[in-house]
């Protein structure tokens, strides 16, 4: 009897510390509690299988087919492992190789994505980005089979995103990294500021036609967002998002054609209009969760002789993953961290 009392009283003490703990937090950045549950106490463990591949639209090659060509990756899919604990979200995603079409046709693709995401205030968010992909094909718009392989050429991405959510009782946290859940429904506006470096290099001197040596681009981009969470019901959610945005594109082209030896610089600085939307689906009990995503890209520009490496996509993303009880020595490491950083 008294082992039962006791252990009644240890998990009364331990729900009325993690209370006290919630109403501390949202007393000192000023939200509802009412409105937002956090989890910052648990280790997030998350798994993604999503089509968000890129393509790469590059002009001013000789073609049979119009003056553009479309390099496609011989991959679909993505596998995403994430990890998430109090500020901090890390995440690293490849491709499998089982997804991919035959690659003595279509040639082989690596891939590799690495993401940093953390808060600098409760409101205040920071992206960092890099992607690299190896190996692509030139797509025909009349056959089924590539008009070219370019297995050597190479693209990467590093950037990154800041960006502001006004609303304290929005979190933006329940629709990205799981460590809060939303119980009550409400929206935000979202201004951000995206910049991207993008580099490609390819290795590859064709004889006949205007080879594509490298290509050297920036990004910088400008959304005014907003995004809502609903509520179905205690575990059910779903969000729906907004962006849209102009950006700027700064660049350089470098052309050989060996059979005159000559190399052409192609220049470009325009403008471009985007627009990104959102929608999610999710289960999200206490520790388990899972669901899916939409995600929508438009990058329009402005000029023809952009190559585009950030371009328009849609894709979809589903996840399931669990919060497990935090490791005391991770806990000590984070919140020093927290101390000297915040």
């Known amino acids: 009897m008294k082992f039962y009392f006791g252990f009644i009283l240890i998990l009364c003490f331990r729900l009325y510390a993690q209370d ?14 009412e409105y937002r549950i956090n989890y910052f106490d648990k280790m ?8 968000d591949v890129d393509n790469y639209s590059i002009p001013n090659l000789n073609r049979a087919f119009g003056n553009e060509s479309k390099f496609v990756p011989n991959q679909k899919t993505k596998l995403r492992f994430s990890f998430d604990y109090k500020f901090l979200g890390l995440f690293i995603s490849y491709s499998p190789n089982f997804y991919a079409k035959d690659e003595s046709v279509y ?13 600098y205030t409760d409101r205040l968010r920071q992206e960092v980005d890099f992607k690299n ?19 050597q050429l190479e693209i990467r991405t590093i950037g990154g995103k800041t960006f502001y959510i006004m609303n ?15 119980v009550r429904n409400a929206g935000s506006f979202i201004p951000s500021i995206g910049y991207y470096f993008n580099t490609l290099k390819s290795k590859r001197v064709d004889e006949k036609e205007k080879s594509l040596l490298k290509v050297y681009s920036f990004d910088a981009l400008f959304q005014y967002g907003y995004m809502h969470n609903f509520i179905l019901s205690r575990k059910w959610f779903a969000t729906l998002g907004a ?6 594109n700064n660049s350089r082209s470098y052309y050989y054609e060996k059979a005159t030896d000559e190399q052409t610089i192609i220049k470009s600085l ?19 969760f899972g669901g899916f995503k939409v995600n929508f890209r438009d990058y329009q520009y402005d000029n023809s002789k952009t190559a585009e490496l950030i371009n328009s996509k849609l894709y979809i993303d589903f996840f399931v993953g669990y919060r497990f009880k935090e490791n005391k020595k991770i806990k000590k490491v984070f919140e020093l ?6």
Request: hydrophobic share 35%; charged share 20%; proline share 5%.
């Open 44 to 51: 997030i463990f998350k798994i993604d299988l999503n089509s």
């Open 20 to 33: 006290e703990g919630a109403i501390l937090h949202a007393k000192n950045h000023k939200y509802n509690p």
């Open 270 to 288: 325009n403008m471009n209009f985007n627009l990104d939307l959102n929608l999610a689906l999710g289960y999200n009990n206490k520790n388990l």
């Open 243 to 248: 962006h849209p945005g102009i950006g700027l």
């Open 168 to 182: 304290n009782n929005f979190s933006y946290r329940a629709f990205e990294n799981m460590t809060e859940r939303q």
């Open 107 to 119: 040639g082989e693709t690596k891939t590799l994505d690495l993401s940093f995401k953390f808060f």
């Open 133 to 151: 992909t190896r190996g692509f094909y030139v797509e025909s718009p009349l056959q089924s089979t590539p008009l070219d392989v370019y297995p």
């Open 337 to 342: 961290l927290e101390k000297k950083i915040f």
